[in-house]
């Protein structure tokens, strides 16, 4: 699978430039205290392409040479091993992971004069890495004032961001394995925590009966920090607090995924603390899951993407002038954006390795067009400030987003997490009742 993926980046690389090479960085480990890192997890990109799971490392991808992926790795160090475990090392990137050679990391300015001696176009992300890019404009500068006296000049640098976005942007079907697991794990998880849900427990006693889900199926980590919301901090987009208590009355929000095999899903779901909707919140929730529907159905090969937020947009402001929230005409209304203040982000982003993944989302001015493999969520809401005079008093605090995950298919899509309980009867059967 990486060889394959190292292969078709060589490929695109080799049309576009003449003497390519390619670097890619790991992630490094980072302090969150004293003596304690944060938990490793590897840089996407540099993932996606080899594989390797380590910190401090560097991938250089060299089409046309003898030796076309080269890695700069932590050698195997013992006395280390004996308090956080072996490394791959030097023979382990060659031999587990496919590298034509390998070199000690710290060794890299020692081999990359040599390695990119024949390299005019180089592809590296400026500003992945401090160190790695003092060391880059280095070698462009030695290389450009030595261009004279033979050897080609390193002059052109470029971002190698949009080829591997082209590359993710479209899941195989080894991804779309490992999403749909997300998916399926995250629930798993989403049940148990609807099930838990009760007033009296904490925001963050819900999340711990969620995300131990997720570990017991087998996920790892979770693809993004949860957000658990609760009353009038579901209006509040990125909550992560998750520290209140449940009221009976109030609304919880959720909003979470489970990562498998490096990928995430994300899902959002928006349910009664008590088990049972007030008419106002039901009001608001018909209006959200209706703009939902017109979001996914819109969501087609050969559709642009901009149609699915188009779509919802529609429907929630249909829904805000029916309660008189909004006034005017709806042409007018979307036109002008009057919706902003009750809904203040898109409707859809792309997911896969990152829960906001890569890929563009324009050519130019215009959207593009979905197609096959590419995977996306969908995900209106509607925010009702709790201090917003204008809204009637008995909708005001109201938060509820409802969110899935959409794979674009041939001939229409295919909702991953369909089986979530979504609609407000499924809800109300679930929340609550805890299986023993």
Known sequence: MFTERRTKLIETMTAEADHPAAIFVSAREATRNSDVNYEFRQESSFYYLTGFDEPDSVALIRPGTEAPFVMFVRPHDPEMAIWVGPRVGIEGAVENYGADKAYPIEAIEEHLTELLSETETLYYPLGAD??????????????????????????????????????????????????????????????????????????????????????????????????????????????????????????????????????????????????????????????????????????????????????????????????????????????????????????????????????????????????SGMCLTVEPGLYLDPKNENIPEAYRGIGIRIEDDILITLDGNKNLSSHIPSTPEEIEAIVGHLER
């Open 130 to 371: 401090e160190e790695l890019d003092a060391l880059i404009l280095k070698q462009m500068t030695l290389r450009r004032q030595n261009a004279q006296r033979g050897p080609r000049a390193l002059g052109d640098l470029r971002d190698p961001d949009p080829l591997i976005g082209e590359m993710r942007l479209r899941k195989s079907e080894n991804e779309i394995a490992s999403l749909t697991q997300a998916a399926v794990v995250t629930g798993q998880g989403f049940e148990r925590a609807m099930r838990t849900t009760r007033s009296g427990l904490h925001e963050y006693e819900v999340q711990a009966a969620m995300e131990s889900e997720f570990r017991r199926l087998g996920s790892r980590r979770n693809g993004y920090p949860s957000i658990v919301a609760s009353a009038h901090d579901s209006c509040i987009l990125h909550y992560t607090t998750n520290r209140k208590e449940l009221v009976d009355g109030d609304l919880l929000l959720i909003d979470a995924g489970a990562e498998w095999e490096y990928y995430t899903a994300d899902v959002t779901r928006t349910w009664p603390v008590n088990g049972q909707f007030t008419p106002e919140q039901r009001t608001i929730y018909d209006v959200v899951l209706r703009a939902q529907h017109a979001g996914i159905a819109a969501a087609q090969p050969n559709h642009r993407f901009d149609e699915i937020h188009e779509a919802s947009v529609r429907v929630l402001v249909e829904g805000l002038t029916d309660l008189k929230i909004l006034k005017g005409n709806i042409e007018q209304l979307i036109e002008n954006d009057s919706y902003r203040p009750f809904y203040m982000h898109s409707t859809s982003h792309w997911l896969g390795m990152d829960v906001h993944d890569v890929g563009r989302y324009r050519n130019g001015e215009d959207s593009i067009n979905l197609e």
